[in-house]
């Protein structure tokens, strides 16, 4: 269980198996976010026939609400939302520093108020784990402090506090059927990501996880951290880089030697009637589309492409039908898991190298920032 | 092409068969409601595996919006909202009277201001009828008046009113494609409900609608009315009861001879996070369901039956998750499906006499009157 088998390289970029209680995960592989135990808009149905495997939900929110020992009773995570392939659940460290007004970090954990209704929780290592030992998720998440990557001070304080961490979340970790991964700080700092990177490795994680990406810093600033940690990390396990991102990223990442994506962008950009395109970025919203009889994109297949006219999608949203959200969360999807398929593909058939550089000007029209987990999913 | 095939009968109920260009109606049917051409937060692939044949959408919603022109060019309304089933429009009467604050009504027609924007629009019978051959669908109907039931005066002036409008319309009609049906006025009263079911029966119509019921008077007056008017309708042709209604009604009208039913009610129910039972009307929002591992209805084999618990829709619902409205959608129009099914299948085996009583004991608990139409879908 839990291993990592690598099926094809290409320079950096990896074709892989991940081996979890609920299935085989075919690497690199696009995570959709289901932040409160849901995909939104989107049935469980949907999303197989979207060809989804992996699933992240948040341990932060699912702890507040209905809690974790509810869905614990419930038969956990799996049966409670009807996901049968793997789940992944973050640590909801990065909720509790973002999400929560008032909170007070300490060398033992963080006490911070529900951004629901205000009442005061603390969340510690320990704790983080027993939350996700109920949630019940295949992979967990160490409990780690994302920092400002543009503070050196606080990044190198947050990195040193996330190995502590690290350490308390394996010693806490109690199921076998849930692999832990750990998590790599150290903001922009070279130095402090190389010293991360060297000591997360060392660690008996099944996976390595690299957070504190896209909360700031620039794209080129990205790309670097992930040049300099990659060839640090065992070939054996997989990577994870958290809360990352746009089509454009996802080349970039899987070029680097990622191996594991989640971001919540696909489904938010579809509530705010946003569709990815190989034209760039398309809102359908806009008066242009009112007459449009063509799909979002004549490259894509999937369910919305095939069956709906951009007039069509555009006469919904201007009428405030939620079906848009459904249609355009399908759509987005579809084009994250379809490009991470598309380039393991090319891994394993050895023209990746080749495609690079088209993927990349196909989807720089798509390649806006995002902050992306301050957003609910 | 419009022919309807009588299949059997026992007593007043029949099933039947209503031969459409877009396939044949197995009667009794339930219709979903589509009023902007969506049926809410579902998409026509779930429409499609929840059974539904027959789905009305709205013609005063559609042509404010995206206008009933823009679909004309598009395709239609099948190829627009891509359901290849039959459709049928409503005339934008009944919405004229009750979305629209201001509305000057006269003998030729109804001048009233867009809920939208308040502009100003005029429908008379002929621009009715040429707005529904724009949008093309299957069965379309008569424009009329539907009165208050317990207005006596008004019930005579609109039925009046109704039959010229009848003559009009029919008139007014243009596409051999599409069949148009005639609606039976008359409020409450008996002699203005048999004159009127008299003269529209007279006419060429392919089929025959009662309005004006399910809108203010009694369950007993309902079933009174359609006593007296279904014996004096003509045999070779489907019978419509508009707006109507709860399960319980479904079982009340089979029995008096309607062959075909729409109503709002269980996708405005889901949204409101009520689910038809066989208990009972259940409000899933309510605590008593937060641990409770059952599905909705023990007795239901719909998706959302099969796949969740009523704690995992309480999350969803407290969570405001879109997800619960699809999933409670799904399981009240499955219910009303079902039903009709079943009612057919017993009418056909000779068996629907003892199946009315334990339906209408099963289903009580859900009858709650809904004034159904005033609502948007």
């Not at 808009?41 to 974790?68: C, F, I, K």
């Not at 990501?193 to 060297?198: G, I, L, P, V, W």
């Amino acid at each position: 269980m839990f291993e990592y088998d690598l099926i094809a390289r290409q320079g950096k970029a990896r074709a892989g198996v991940f081996h979890t209680p609920h299935g085989d995960l075919q690497t690199p592989v696009f995570a959709p976010v289901g932040t409160q135990a849901t995909v939104k808009t989107l049935t469980p149905d949907q999303l197989n026939d979207l060809g989804a495997s992996l699933v992240l939900t948040n341990t932060y929110h699912l702890y507040l609400r209905p809690g974790d020992e509810l869905i614990a009773e419930q038969g956990g995570l799996h049966q409670f939302m009807n996901w049968p392939n793997p789940i992944l659940t973050d640590s909801g460290g990065f909720q509790v520093f973002s999400l929560s007004k008032t909170r007070k970090i300490d060398n033992d954990g963080v006490t911070f108020k529900s951004h629901i209704d205000g009442s005061t929780h603390r969340f510690t290592p320990e704790r983080s784990i027993q939350i996700q030992n109920n949630l019940g998720a295949d992979i967990i998440m160490a409990f780690d402090e994302c920092s400002d990557p543009n503070d050196h001070t606080y990044s190198k304080i947050a990195m040193e506090r996330t190995h502590r961490w690290a350490e308390r979340s394996l010693e806490a970790h109690r199921r076998s059927d849930q692999a832990i991964f750990g998590i790599i700080q150290g903001g922009v700092d070279p130095e402090l990501r190389e010293k991360s990177a060297n000591f997360i490795s060392s660690m008996p994680f099944p996976g390595i996880a690299i957070g504190g990406l896209s909360v700031g810093e620039t794209k080129d600033e990205m790309h670097d951290i992930l040049d300099l940690v990659t060839p640090l990390l065992p070939e054996n396990k997989p990577r994870y880089l958290m809360g990352v991102g746009t089509p454009e990223d996802l080349i970039n990442g899987v070029a680097r030697g990622i191996d594991i994506f989640d971001c919540v962008l696909p489904t938010r950009l579809a509530r705010h009637n946003a569709a990815f395109s190989s034209e760039g970025r398309l809102n359908l919203m806009n008066a242009i589309f009112a007459r449009d009889s063509r799909p979002i994109d004549a490259l894509c297949d999937c369910y919305t492409c095939r069956t709906f006219t951009r007039a069509y999608l555009r006469h919904l949203i201007v009428a405030k039908e939620l079906l848009a959200g459904t249609l355009l969360s399908i759509h987005n999807l579809h084009t994250m898991i379809a490009l991470v398929n598309d380039m393991r593909n090319s891994i394993v058939e050895g023209t990746f190298d080749n495609i690079i550089g088209q993927g990349l000007l196909q989807w720089q029209g798509n390649a806006e920032r995002t902050n992306s987990k301050k957003d609910k999913g």
